[in-house]
């Protein structure tokens, strides 16, 4: 059920790091939404085809991109597969904001090919978590970090065990255009935490859902699950296919 497409991201400069291949796990039923998902530091875009391929969502296609290999501040530079640069795990991080647009770009590229009736979404486990919530947050803005027009549609976001980058001042960015507010208010999303998450503390995800529901996101869902670490298990599973289900009707 899943093959490979090509790497590489159209608007990426030539000095940007390449992105590995992406792997696709094309829908079982009616093609009625396509989702990105995105892995966490360290994995690649076939860590999770077999997770999504048994889902109960027939109507669903999932591209599984895998990010560039990059040195990591946070781990004392050394190299693995990541989204972006990061220098610690915290709120008040400094954030990779050209690491964060290239792979944001990367992702509308993905989806930009896909049909006009097709329902568009991004989702990630961690690190891809972070990316999600970024895109959502470009999404709302009309623009990415840089300033480029932010070119997707997107009907839904998921993140599973993450954060959200660059959240200070967001609410007085999305507050500055009434425009914003409406794309924000009308973007549905889903966090999902684990309370003894010991690599993205549950205090991080949990403050990221309220600094978006506060700049005006008022589609938020944070769920959390009692005794889960920095993994998933079918508790959470079922609770994401559920609201994708509710939300895409896919």
Known sequence: MSSNRGSGSRNLRRNTLEFGRTFVVMPKGTHQATIVWLHGIGEKGSSWTQILETLPLPNIKWICPSAPTRQVTLFGGY????????????????????????????????????????????????????????????????????????????????????????????????????????????????????????????????????TMYSAGFQSVTFRTYNGLGHYTIMEEINDVCNWIIACLGA
């Open 79 to 210: 190299p693995c597969t990541a989204w972006f640069n990061m220098e610690s795990m915290s709120e008040d991080a400094c954030d990779d904001l050209e690491g964060l647009d290239a792979s944001a770009t990367h992702v509308a590229n993905l989806l930009t090919s896909e049909p006009d009736d097709v329902k568009l979404g991004v989702a990630g486990f961690s690190m891809g978590a972070a990316v999600a919530l970024y895109s959502a947050t470009c999404r709302a803005l009309g623009q990415y970090g840089n300033g480029n027009r932010y070119p997707i549609n997107l009907s839904a976001a998921v993140a599973l065990s993450g954060w959200l980058p660059c959240s200070r001042n967001l609410r007085n960015r999305v507050g500055l255009s009434q425009e914003a507010l409406r794309r924000a208010s009308s973007l549905p999303i889903l966090l999902c935490h684990g309370k003894v998450d010991d690599v993205v503390e549950y205090k991080l995800g949990e403050k990221s859902a309220q």
